[in-house]
């Protein structure tokens, strides 16, 4: 005879964050915030530690959004961002829901959007500034802007993945529609 659960209720969320691809958004906000508290608990702020060439940790506060846009506007741009990154966080939470089993990469994808919002959203409301701490030197790129790059951390990187996977389940999408002999 099986066992029931104690409590079958816990067993059916639990049930619904693997079906749904909800453990990678789990995955991707513990090791972000994982590495952030390291980095905050080892590192002095702009302190640069070379890993290998052309890439270092360097601690770093973001006030502002992607690339530090606003982030000289005074302090109302963390509870605009906080807003709209939990938006944003919950809207694509429900459109992860509503997929279907076989739509796994748009799940993935979304589930490293979600990991990775909600990262720098606990930064946000709770430090008031996100947390970045990766800086790489693309010396390939003549534009001085971009050495170094902009610091980021695993909540951006999971993002601008999730972002990329979006735009490749976008473009087979488009593509099994402009040649539906293919798809079929």
Same mark, same amino acid.
């Given at each position: 005879m099986r066992r029931q659960p104690r409590n079958p209720g816990i067993c059916k969320a639990l049930h619904r964050l693997v079906k749904h691809w909800l453990w !990678?958004? @789990?995955? /991707? %906000? *513990? %090791?972000d915030q994982a590495t952030k508290w390291l980095v905050l608990a080892f590192m002095e702020p702009y302190e640069a530690l070379e890993l290998m060439p #052309? !890439?270092?940790l360097s601690l770093m506060f973001n006030t +502002?959004?992607?690339f530090s846009i606003l982030s000289d506007a005074g302090g109302w741009q963390r509870w605009l961002l906080a807003g709209? @990154? *939990?938006l944003v966080t919950l809207v694509l939470v429900v459109w !992860? *829901?509503?997929l279907e089993k076989d739509e796994r990469l748009l799940a993935a994808a979304l @589930? %490293? /959007?979600v990991g990775g919002a @909600? +990262? #720098?959203l606990i930064d946000r409301v709770l430090l008031g500034h996100v947390v970045d701490f990766i800086q790489v030197y693309l010396p390939f790129i003549p534009l001085r802007i971009f050495n170094p790059w902009p610091a980021f951390n695993v909540a951006d990187s999971a993002i601008s993945i999730g972002v990329v996977l979006l735009l490749i389940q976008t473009f087979q999408g488009q593509r099994a529609q402009a040649d539906p002999a293919a798809s079929g």
């Open positions: !990678l958004s @789990a995955v /991707i %906000l *513990l %090791l #052309n !890439l270092q +502002g959004a992607a709209f @990154a *939990l !992860l *829901l509503r @589930a %490293l /959007i @909600a +990262g #720098n």
